[in-house]
């Protein structure tokens, strides 16, 4: 045999080799994913401590020991996982973190069981597949995966996996406030949030989830003295809750940008038309004005300012009397740099004196984690294995994850899940949630290349 051809034998033996110890990871990945769509982990079976007991349990059988993990969490039923991969040093720990609850389902109206999870035309089906279940599996997965292979990493890898996200958030808190390498992270990884966008053929970016908008709630009273209905009068609490109602919805807060939305604009304007581009220029050089881009488009709305909508009514005591009372909820999604004092005062400027504006929920700051260049080259270099170049855009949610809990205390937080989105649309929290597998399988690489780097 001449040199060639023993050179192309070795590779060949390389690639060979490469390929099947891949495909034992993503059967692992997905055997993990199908044992945990099967514990139904909603907050009324609660079973979320069930999870994270499975989860302990395959780290242990994996050259883990019980000394790097624990499974407690506020309640009995919402307990979490905090499993230690020890590195050289614990000086500077970074957090994996992913939630294993999930929301409940109408199991007639699945084409599947939503709890035992079903292969149909390359996409894995399930309660959880894609909230959050696969990035748990995914951490598991590459926690096992990296400690057969006797890697230790620079500083210790944390991985936090929490049992009530979808409800109170009680989980990720006790974790902040009862571990102290917790509270003193380098940063976190949140497999809960950052996607990717496009297709596995024809990916468009990764999006980098670094800020979350923050949530704020408050009701609206009116009062009034009532009375009989066959004598109405002008004065009456339902008309009034209802044109302090209309106030708040013809309201808009002004526009402001941080590190993370300013960049998500920039990226979007190179699919924008030259209208479009115009209205995205003026907004990026601080033009307060109405925008018909703004107006058509509900998404980059919410990305450009703080927004107070009305979701709950309640008023009167009987057909035949006029109210003494009506209420309204009007949650509200502040940008992370704007203040909910100065929110609350600007809605009891539009309701009135009349009208009894009172906060319900205690606001937690979530400060918009830095753009860093180590952050960008870290999840760059991640994704290249798979799909090589892509943009890493910095991304805001409008939602909330756990994140909030750790953003408030001083730790950056990024989402990173690089989960490509589904081709027919988000189905988390929906009917027939379900990933596509070799989008799984990239999920597997990512935090294997990551996890690598740390």
């Not at 050179?7 to 060979?16: D, G, S």
């Not at 939503?114 to 598991?140: C, Q, V, W, Y």
């Amino acid at each position: 045999m001449n040199k060639l051809n023993l050179i192309c034998l070795f590779l060949l033996m390389i690639v060979t080799d490469l390929f099947a110890n891949n495909s034992d990871f993503y059967k692992s990945g997905r055997e993990i994913l199908g044992e945990m769509v099967a514990i139904e982990s909603t907050e009324a079976m609660g079973l979320a401590s069930t999870v994270s007991e499975y989860a302990g349990t395959v780290l242990l059988d994996n050259g883990f020991t019980s000394a790097d993990i624990e499974v407690v969490g506020p309640t009995e039923e919402a307990k979490g996982l905090y499993a230690i991969y020890r590195g050289q040093s614990s000086a500077e720990p970074v957090i994996v973190m992913a939630h294993i609850d999930v929301v409940p389902a109408v199991k007639e109206s699945w084409i599947t069981d939503p709890f035992k999870m079903t292969e149909i035309d390359g996409f894995l089906h399930g309660r959880g597949t894609s909230d959050n279940k696969a990035g748990a599996a995914g951490l598991i997965a590459t926690f096992a995966k990296l400690r057969a292979e006797g890697f230790i990493p620079k500083n210790d890898i944390i991985m936090l996996l929490t049992g009530d996200e979808e409800t109170g958030m009680q989980s990720i808190r006790y974790f902040r406030e009862n571990y102290k390498n917790v509270q003193n992270a380098a940063f976190a990884l949140n497999s809960d949030g950052g996607y990717l966008t496009g297709t596995m053929d024809d990916p468009e970016a990764f999006r980098l989830q670094s800020a979350e908008k923050v949530y704020f709630s408050v009701t609206l009273t009116a009062k009034n003295r009532g009375g009989h209905s066959s004598i109405p009068r002008k004065d009456n609490a339902i008309y009034d809750l209802a044109d302090a109602i209309k106030k708040i919805q013809q309201f808009n807060f002004p526009i402001s940008l941080n590190q993370t939305t300013r960049a998500t604009l920039e990226f979007s304007m190179k699919d924008a038309n030259d209208s479009e581009k115009s209205e995205m220029n003026m907004i990026l050089n601080g033009i307060q004005k109405d925008y018909k881009l703004l107006e058509k488009d509900p998404e980059m709305n919410a990305l450009t300012r703080t927004t107070c909508v009305a979701t709950k009514l309640e008023g009167g005591h009987a057909e035949n009397a006029l109210p003494v009372s009506a209420t309204a909820t009007v949650n509200c999604r502040l940008l992370p740099q704007d203040d909910s004092d100065e929110v609350l005062s600007i809605i009891r400027g539009l309701a009135g004196d009349e009208i009894v504006v009172s906060p319900i929920t205690n606001v937690r700051k979530s400060p918009a984690s830095p753009i860093t260049d180590e952050i960008v080259e870290l999840i760059s270099s991640s994704i290249d294995t798979t799909f090589p170049g892509l943009p890493i855009v910095p991304t805001m949610s409008t939602g909330a994850t756990d994140a909030i809990e750790l953003r408030s205390n001083g730790v950056p937080v990024y989402g990173t899940s690089a989960m490509m989105t589904d081709p027919t649309g988000y189905r988390g929290h929906g009917l027939n949630e379900r990933i596509e597998i070799t989008a799984f399988n990239a999920t597997l690489d990512f935090w294997y290349a990551l996890m690598k780097q740390l």
